[in-house]
Nanobody, 132 residues
Framework: QVQLVESGGGLVQPGGSLRLSCAAS????????IGWFRQAPGKEREGVSC????????YYGDSVKGRFTISRDNAKNTVYLQMSSLKPEDPAVYYC?????????????????????????WGKGTLVTVSS
């Protein structure tokens, strides 16, 4: 069964940190670009950060630059999002997505380019709440 499962969300105070994990099963991540997205009530889905399949290049949205770090461990078939200095505007459901390399670039994934082949995988999300 092909799955992406997010974990690590929860409640944190402003200025705190969380590490989100995205674990893949049923397929191998080394041929996929990975992205982290978020969506808050009443807002459009936002591309937070994306990383290439093997070259280490990454993209960050302007609102999270300098605070969030994306990384991947292909040996563990897992991608991470380290979040620090969390702000009141960060709460949302966070999703990870995987796009095969033949379907586009990591930058295109975060920019919202179309899933041409209908082969992107999406997790079900993990909730992040920031509150004092």
């Amino acid at each position: 069964q092909v799955q992406l499962v997010e974990s690590g969300g929860g409640l944190v105070q402003p200025g705190g940190s969380l590490r989100l994990s995205c674990a893949a099963s049923g397929f191998t991540l080394d041929n996929y670009h990975i992205g982290w997205f978020r969506q808050a009530p009443g807002k459009e889905r936002e591309g937070v950060s994306c990383i290439g399949n093997s070259d280490g290049n990454s993209y960050y949205g302007d609102s999270v630059k300098g605070r969030f770090t994306i990384s991947r461990d292909n040996a563990k078939n897992t991608v991470y999002l380290q979040m620090s200095s969390l702000k009141p505007e960060d709460p949302a459901v966070y999703y990870c997505a995987a796009r095969p390399t033949y379907s586009g670039s990591y930058y295109g994934l975060c920019a919202g380019q179309t899933d041409v082949y209908g082969m992107d995988y999406w997790g079900k999300g993990t909730l992040v709440t920031v509150s004092s």
